[in-house]
Each structure stands twice: as C-alpha cells, then as structure tokens.
C-alpha cells in the first residue's frame, strides 16, 4: 500500500506567511539529497546502488533503490509543508520503469491513498504534448504539412491580423500570435464540450505575427487538436485513445470528460488545500490541451514512447519523425536573436540543466498540477503529479521544481563544460539598452481582461556592470540577475535559467523565456509605474469629494452654518450630476475587480452584467462634461480658490479614469475573456 504522508489528514493547520511558505521550499531543497524509510513502488525490487565512481563525480546511480530512498526524503515532508493532499510519480530508465510511487491522499474524505498504478490525476497541459503527438503521427502519414497553413485543414475561420500563415509549426510553438482567452476553459458543471464550437465561436484576436513572438496558447493547441479530429475524420478523444493510449497499453488513462465509468472511481480528488473540500471534477472545453486524465504508471509508458525506447512495432513515431519532434522548431529567420535562447520544439519546451538535454512540459488544472521531463541522450524520463494547489500559490510550483532539479542536479549533475560562461563584452552596452519596463506577451489585448496587463510587469535596470536585474525575474517575485554569456543571451547569476533579448528601433522590445513565453516592453500608456498611480490618485480624488460633500453639509447643518450660495440652477445641477457620475465610476472600477477576479476563477459571469458595467464606465465618462462646466461657472462667479480647486481635481479625476477605461478596453466593443 502507498504511504500516506500525515498522522492525521483532519488536523488544522495555521495559516502560513510568505516568509514561512519560502523556507518550507528551501527545506525542500536541502532534502533533495537526504534519504528516508522506502515508500511501496509498484516496480520491482533492484540491487543496492553501487559505490561512488572512482573519479570523484559526485553524480548518484540511478537505480530504483536510491531514486525511491531520495524520494521519500523529498515528498511526504514536503506534502505537509505545503499543505497538498497527495502526489504520484514515476520514473523510466534503460527502456523500462524505474519505480513508481504513491504518496499521501486521493481522497482525504475516505482516507483513501494514492496509488501510482491506480489513482488517475488531471496531467493539465502535459496533454498537450500528447496533442503534438496526434500531429507529428499525421505529418508522419503524409497527412498534415507542418507549414502549410492551417486554413487548408480547418472548417472555420480564424481571425487574422498578417499576411503571414498560421501553421502547425507555429501553432505547436505557441508563436501563432494569439492573445490570451481564459472564458469558459474550465467548468464544473459536469457539461460536455464540443471542440470544434469551443474553437470556432468566439476566437480569440491575433495580435502578434506568426513566427515571432513566443505567447503560450491554449486555444493555438486546440486547433491543432481540432485539425487532427477534422483530418483523421476520428473524434479527437477517440484518435487520442485509437492511436496513442491503446497501442502504449495505457488502459488507465483518457481524454474523455466526464471519465467513463471504470475510471472514475479511481479518479483522485482535487483540493485547494488537504483540509479544503474537494473541487468537483473540471471539463477543460478544448480537450487537446488539457483534458487527459491518468496514472503514472501509464504516463512512465508515453515517456518510453517518446524516448524511442519501446518495441518498435508499437512505436508512436518513425526514429526520424521523433527526432524532428524534438528539435527546435523555429530559428532565427522569424524569432531573431530571441532564438539564442532555449526555444520550443513541436511540443515540448527545452528545459536543459546541468549541460543535459532535457525536453519538459509542465501541467496546471484549478487544483492538479504536474510535470514531465525526459532526458532523450540519456533514455530517462520522470513525471510527477500533485492533487492540491497548497497554502501559498507558489507552493505546487516549488515543490515540482525541487523534484525536477533535484532529480537533474543528483543523477546528472553539472561537468563544468555547460555555460558557467565568459561574460560577453557587449554585456556593458546591452544592459544599458534592455532597460525598462516590460509585460508578458500571454496576455488580453481586446476585451476588458486587458487591464490585467498592469499586473505583473517586470522592471529591467542595468547597474552599470553589465549586469541587468530583473524584478520579478520571470514567472517569480522576487528580483534576479542576469549576465550576458552570449550574443543576447543571459544567464542568471549563481542559477541555470536563461534569458534571450530581441533588439528593435534601438532598444530591446522582447525578452524570451522559458521556450514559449516572451516580455515585451511597454509603451507609455501601459507603464504600471504611470498609470497605477494616475488611477490610486483619481479615485482617492473622487473618493475624497464624495465624503467631503455629505461631511461638510452634515457638519454645517450642526452648527446652523449657511452654505455657499450657489451661483446659478446650472451650478447646482451640474455640480450634482458630476457627483453622480462620479459615485457611478467608481462603483463601474469596482465592478471590474469583481468580475475579472470571477473569470480568473473560471466562473462564468453573464454578458448582460457585463455590459450593465460598461454602461456605468460610459456614465463615468460622460460626468466629465457636467465636472468641465461645474468648473468652468467656478472661474466665472469667482467663487473661491476652494471650489476652483476642487472643481479642476474632479475633472483631473474624471478624465484620468476615462483614459484608463479606454486604453484598458473597458468600454471596447469586445467582452471576450
């Protein structure tokens, strides 16, 4: 039986501080060498490791026993600490499984454990690559072309802005240019989705040319999904399971949503946090990135797979057609100097270390959160999936990491030959031109969710030495540098991650990383640093007016104290229609918050709401004209440097929300999230 990882799955745990959260993630990395009692695997039983090698590399053996020690020094503890329910993984090596291993609850209700060879877990976006497989497998046949573009093969539009082709190589790149859609990616409802309505109702806008801007897309994945369903004349759940999951003898695993019959009672819960009620099971609406569902015994067979280590009557892939799957698939000729750094292949991201190549795709649900790495000079492969996002959000991300690069730095440490590098020259003269302030490229651009992008932008300062700092570093919080070891490639001090820089019109406009994601440098108007302060101010104005004006009549009517007088009717309505418009236009902001935090979350908030809102950011926007002519009668009747003031705050006011719902497309046309 797999071990559970606590006494007591009910026992309440206090609420941990970011402070607390980041030294739980370092325990977990210092434990990355310790060993403890073994866990049940479902592999058999290996010999003991041998000694060290004689030439004093400090790499470890891998075999089953150190790998299953190691591990169970690393992931019950680390379960606690971050407060996640239960994990599954495996691990494949020399063309057979290592070990796999259980840890902690896939029901914390029935205290029912996790079982690698049993409990079935939502492997999110590592679909995705089973989704490139389909296609390779069809480019394979003679089917598909990976640079033909994709019209040729699709019964709906996708909306274009370039003359340049959407392919299946770009689409598999995540550079096809979509912006980002998250309405409706995820249910609970237990509804079935239709693909190719998913896809074609609603699509998202194209904001980059094709090729050249690394954008991670769930909807690009999709319609690659959709291709090989329109091509093959199979549904895309029944190709995935005809022509991948039944030759591997994945019997455990589907794409299917809801899980047939036999599998849903293995499916483990999903928790937000081990004592959180479980989350009911998610319908991803485009299936091919995100909607397997499986065991890691399973996910150890799809790893020999891809590794080409498999009897080859049953291979998915031609030696030469998984090779090309592998390689990077974009070059320089579309990603300039951005394709120095590590880049996506047709479907996998580069995620090498320590000199060893390493293809990975990560994997996020609401609650279930995995990661895959294969190691193809090696023949190795390890996949791990955890059913609780933890007490922090960084929490599942950590502890997949401290697995991962764990795994990396024990069994495939660094020779010294990987780039510890030379510092380049131009290190001086290409910090000073990266300077500024930059936005992820996965982001809205048409709708609303737009006003997202001032969240999370990231500052680039050269300190002179030829260095730049990020802050944040990418997909982190907290600042790093970075030094140039190649033509506009960098790498983080005392780290392995690497960076790539992409120089336009004298300044660098796009920093890569991360194979499939990019930040690209803001304009003035989207500059955090200018308009979150132009929007606290306008609104702490407007908020300052309202409760002035009700205190000050209140405080007058105490002390029998005569207002002003009014200068003329116009005054006094103009002067309550401002107020008006301007209690409207907060409530409006207010309501965004409320909204975009609701299509965070994946709950589906009406259109009719969402256009009531907008009519209220459009009143907020009209009080501009009663707030001018309040002022304007100020300056005429000379009421006072008071009122004048007050007047021409209002109006600063007004006009600073106004810029801001227009440029974050609050009151656009689209309503798209």
């Known amino acids: 039986m797999p071990i559970p990882t606590r006494p007591s799955i009910r026992a309440r745990r206090p609420h941990r501080t970011l402070g607390t959260i980041v030294a739980a993630a370092a325990v977990v ?27 004093g590399s400090t790499a470890r053996t891998l075999t089953q026993t150190d790998v299953d020690a190691w591990l169970d020094g690393i992931l019950p503890s680390a379960l606690d600490r971050a407060d996640i329910a239960g994990a599954t993984v495996s691990v494949v090596s020399n063309g057979e499984l290592l070990t796999a291993r259980g840890y902690g609850y896939a029901d914390t209700g029935a205290e029912k454990l996790v079982d690698p060879a049993e409990t079935l877990f939502r492997v999110g976006s590592i679909s995705k690559v089973f989704t490139a497989t389909a296609v390779m497998q069809l480019v394979e046949s003679g089917d598909l072309d990976l640079d033909v573009d994709v019209s040729e093969y699709l019964d709906f539009t996708i909306p274009r802005q370039f003359d340049e082709p959407i392919t299946l190589r770009t689409l598999l790149t995540h550079t096809a240019g979509f912006e980002e859609r998250i309405g409706g990616l995820i249910r609970f409802d237990g509804t079935k989705a239709d693909l190719r309505d998913s896809l074609a109702t609603d699509p998202p806008e194209q904001v980059y040319r094709p090729g050249t801007t690394p954008a991670y897309s769930n909807y690009g994945n999709g319609v690659a999904g959709y291709i090989v369903q329109n091509v093959s004349g199979e549904r895309f759940e029944d190709y995935i399971d005809a022509h991948i999951l039944t030759p591997l003898g994945m019997s455990s695993s589907t794409f299917a949503q809801p899980l047939p019959d036999d599998l849903s009672e293995r499916m483990s819960r999903g928790y937000a946090t081990t004592d959180s009620p479980a989350t009911p099971f998610e319908t991803v609406s485009t299936s091919p990135p ?11 067979k799809f790893m020999l797979a891809q590794l080409g280590e498999i009897d080859p009557d049953h291979a998915l892939l031609a030696p030469q057609t998984l090779a090309l799957m592998h390689q990077p698939a974009l070059s320089s000729d579309t990603l300039g100097t951005l394709a120095n750094g590590p880049r996506m292949t047709l479907g996998f991201f580069d995620e090498s270390r320590n000199g060893q190549s390493i293809l990975g795709h990560g994997g996020d649900t609401t609650v279930f959160h995995s990661h895959m790495q294969l190691y193809p000079d090696a023949g190795v492969g390890i996949f791990l999936s955890v059913n609780s996002s933890g007490a922090s959000p960084l929490d599942s991300s950590e502890l997949r990491s401290a697995v991962t690069d764990g795994f990396a730095d024990r069994y495939f440490p660094s020779t010294g030959t990987n780039r510890d590098a030379v510092v380049e020259p131009t290190a001086q003269d290409h910090a000073a031109l990266a300077e500024g302030r930059y936005m992820t490229s996965r982001g809205f651009e048409s709708s609303y969710m737009a006003a997202t992008g001032i969240a999370g932008q990231m500052t680039v300062t050269a300190p002179g030495d030829g260095t730049v700092i990020l802050n944040p570093a990418p997909l982190g919080i907290t600042p790093a540098t970075y030094e140039e070891v190649g033509p506009w490639l960098w790498q983080e001090v005392g780290g392995t991650n690497l960076i790539s820089m992409r120089v336009e019109n004298g300044h660098v406009q796009a920093i890569g990383f991360e194979s499939a994601f990019s930040m690209l440098r803001v304009d003035a108007a989207h500059n955090a640093g200018l308009v979150v302060p132009i929007l606290v101010i306008s609104v702490l104005i407007l908020l300052l007016s309202l409760l002035f004006w009700p205190i000050i009549a209140l405080v007058r009517r105490h002390y029998r104290v005569a207002a002003p007088a009014n200068p003329s009717r116009l005054f006094r309505i103009s002067r309550i229609v401002t107020f008006i418009g301007s209690a409207v236009a ?44 309040t002022l304007t009668l100020s300056i005429r009747h000379h009421l006072g440097w008071r009122r004048i003031a007050g007047g021409a705050l209002m109006c600063a006011a007004l006009v600073g929300i106004a810029w801001f719902a227009f440029v974050f497309k609050l009151i656009a046309p689209s309503i798209s999230a």
């Open 29 to 55: 990395a210092l434990l990355a060498g310790c060993a403890a009692p073994a866990a049940t695997t479902a592999a058999p039983q290996l010999p003991a490791p041998p000694a060290p090698p004689a030439d």
């Open 290 to 300: 995100g909607a397997l569902s499986a065991t890691a015994t399973d996910m150890a």
């Open 586 to 629: 907060l409530v409006a902001l207010a309501s965004w918050l409320v909204i975009i935090q609701a299509v965070s979350g994946f709950e589906s908030v009406p259109a009719t709401l969402i256009r009531g809102i907008q009519v209220l950011q459009v009143i907020g926007v009209l009080a501009i004209v009663p707030a001018t002519l």
